[in-house]
Each structure stands twice: as C-alpha cells, then as structure tokens.
C-alpha cells in the first residue's frame, strides 16, 4: 500500500514506476548533474521517436521558445502570430525576448490555429508563427506550411500538450522548422519539468545549443562567448527521467486510452457537452487532458462551479484555459476583449477533468456522475453548438 497517495481524483498524475526510480538513482551517482550523457541520450531517443535530426533539452517549454527566438534573430520590433488558447502558455516567451505576440483565433471544433485565421494577422513585421496541437490535436499543418512557405516565415511547432498524436501519418513534432515538447505536469512523459526543441537544422540546433548555455568546453571560445546564454540546462536527473519514461511510453499511452474509452462511455449520459473532437485528417490523439465543452446555456460561472463542486467530492477539475489576450499584461498588446471571439466562447465552457493512467473505470463514472450532477444544478442546457 502506498501511504503517500490521498484519495483525491488529482487532474493529473505521473506514471512511474521502478524503471524510473532506477534511472534517477543512477544519474544522482553519476559524476556528472548537468550537461552530461544522459542528456545526450534523451535528446538524440526524443529526435529519433518524432523522426527529427537533432534534439536540444533545456528547463522548460518557455525557456525553448526564449532559445528559438534568440537564435532565429527574433526581439523587438518583431512580431509573432500565436493563439491565445491552450493550456501551456509558451507564448510567454514572445513578450520575454521584447517582440510583439500578435494572438489571433482558433477553430471552434480543435481549438488549434488556423492558417486562415493566421495570415489575417501577416503584416510586414511577421516574422514567425508559433501554432500549437492543442491539448494533444494536431494543428492543420498542411496548411499552415504553406502559408508560412509562401510568406517566407519560419513556422514553430508547439507540442508541450501533444505526445504520439498522428496528423496524415506523421507524428506531432515534425512539423515545424522547430517543434517544443514540454515534460512538466500533465504530459504523459512527465519529468517535473524541462523541455526538448527538435529540428532537422544543424546549424540552428548549433546556434540552439550556444543559446541554451555555456559549458567548461566554452570558457576560451571567442564565438560562444559573443552570445548571452540563458543558462537553462536540463539536469541529469531529469534527463534520466525522460529517457526511462521515453522507453515505457507506449506503455504509459496504452494506459491512457483505456481511460479515454471508460469516459467516453460514460460521457454519453452527460446532456449538453460537446466531448473531445479529432479532425478527419487526424490519425489518432493522444489527448494531453480529458476536456469537455459545456453547452452555450452554461456561462463561465456557471463552469467555475462546477469545478468547485467536483472540489468537494474531493475531485480536481479546472478551466482549461485562462486566454492570454486577456490576460492584464498583454493589454499593453491592444488586446481587448471581444478580440477573439471563438477562443472566448470555447474558454469560458472548457472544463478539464481528470485524466491519467492510475484512473479506473468506477472513478470515471463518479467523475462524470458528479460533473453531470452539478450541471444540473447550476442550469443544464441541451445546446451544445
């Protein structure tokens, strides 16, 4: 029995187990903490797995981005196109390196960016776009790599929600120049914290790995030494982690799925919520949280109650996203509300629940019982669209 475990249904959890434990104990007897083998492993494994070239780890998916924009020459007067709903808020980053976030709308059904939705914000400051597989969906990358191909702009991937989902036979992270994954909560290859940037570009991984940090190797070089490092090495530890959760993943999704169909049976009972959704040209999701979006009857407090009244029945639930344009600091930005009317509708009746591999199915039917109770407290609508 493990003593160390409450009975709260917690929103997420890591799936670890003895492979793990072993790895991490292995690297804290190491020599080495930092920029050592182990990192080497888990970025060329991470590379291979997705079907990219090279692999660069550092501390988090914000800090990936910081490192991309700086090494693609990205800062002040700059600007670059992001959406504003998801749960990783990596755009962060943007404002951190000085250049302007331009936000623009989602489609109602994926929640990702859409390339038409991004080339109405092109102007002659645009630079990139930073379009993410929103809570595990693939974005439309056909299209988006066209539009960024035919505008001359470099396209990121922003996969800190997305794990193995497969968009027309490809996995989630080899879409853009560059692709992020993130390892903190809630992923399925869950770390604590660090990141990975992927690239087929050896010259950007190079200009990546001098941005990221400076090693006892750099001390007399004159070209790393004209560069600012961000100092945002991962550990050995973590590193250690990643790789031993890389090894066990398919493990750890298989897992996931059988939660996946447990609420998507049960699910079926809750009138008035729109379940989780996978484009006709998605292969297959690996969903980064369950999300549900409540009916148009139902108004963002109305959601908030209900994740206060899943809290009493000791269930962690939680608004799946906070939208970053309307967020106090991007009003700097001109970004107001009404800007974006998609993410603003889908934001206030997102509700995440919980969704991980120690779950099972009697847990899922009191989740959703419990949800579905406290819908018809606060008002159920049969409208969904």
């Known amino acids: 029995m493990d003593d160390s475990r409450d009975d709260r249904l917690h929103l997420s959890e890591p799936d670890l187990g003895a492979e793990e434990m072993g790895a991490v104990l292995t690297a804290l007897r190491s020599p080495r903490l930092s920029g050592g083998p182990i990192t080497a492993a888990f970025e060329s494994a991470l590379a291979r797995s997705v079907g990219r070239a090279q692999g660069v780890a550092v501390s988090s998916g914000t800090a990936a981005l910081m490192v991309v924009l700086r090494a693609l020459g990205i800062g002040p007067g700059d600007e ?218 139902f108004t963002r407090s109305a959601r908030n109650q209900i994740v206060e009244d899943l809290g009493t029945e000791n269930i962690e639930a939680a608004a799946y996203c906070n939208p970053l344009h309307l967020q106090f600091y991007y009003g700097r930005y001109g970004c107001a509300k009404g800007d974006l009317f998609v993410t603003e509708k889908i934001a206030d009746r997102a509700l995440a629940l919980p969704f991980h591999g120690r779950l099972d199915e009697e847990q899922v039917a009191f989740i959703v019982a419990t949800a579905k109770d406290s819908s018809v407290n606060v008002g159920a609508g049969a409208a969904i669209y």
């Open 80 to 297: 670059v196109i992001a959406p504003a709903f998801s749960w990783h808020q990596i755009a962060h980053a943007i404002a951190l390196v000085g250049a302007t976030p331009v936000f623009a709308d989602v489609d109602y059904w994926s929640g990702t960016l859409t390339a038409d939705k991004a080339a109405a914000r092109i102007n002659t400051r645009t630079r990139a776009i930073l379009a993410g597989n929103t809570n595990g969906h693939p974005a439309p990358w056909r299209e988006l790599r066209a539009l960024a191909d035919g505008r001359g702009l470099t396209l990121i991937e922003d996969s800190t929600e997305a794990v193995a989902s497969t968009y027309q036979g490809r996995r989630v992270g080899s879409f853009g120049d560059c692709a992020i994954f993130d390892f903190s909560q809630g992923s399925p290859l869950a770390c604590g914290e660090g990141a990975m940037i992927l690239t087929d570009d050896a010259s950007l991984a190079s200009e990546l790995r001098y941005g990221r940090s400076h090693g006892c190797a750099d001390r007399r070089s004159v070209s790393v030494g004209s560069r600012v490092p961000s100092q945002s090495c991962m550990s050995e530890p973590t590193a250690a982690l990643g790789l031993a959760q890389l090894e066990r993943l398919d493990a750890i999704l298989a897992r996931r799925k059988a939660v996946e169909a447990w609420y998507a049976r049960h699910i079926q009972s809750f009138e008035g919520i729109k379940p989780p959704y996978c484009a006709p040209d998605v292969d297959e999701v690996h969903w980064f949280l369950y999300v549900v979006h409540l009916g148009t009857r």
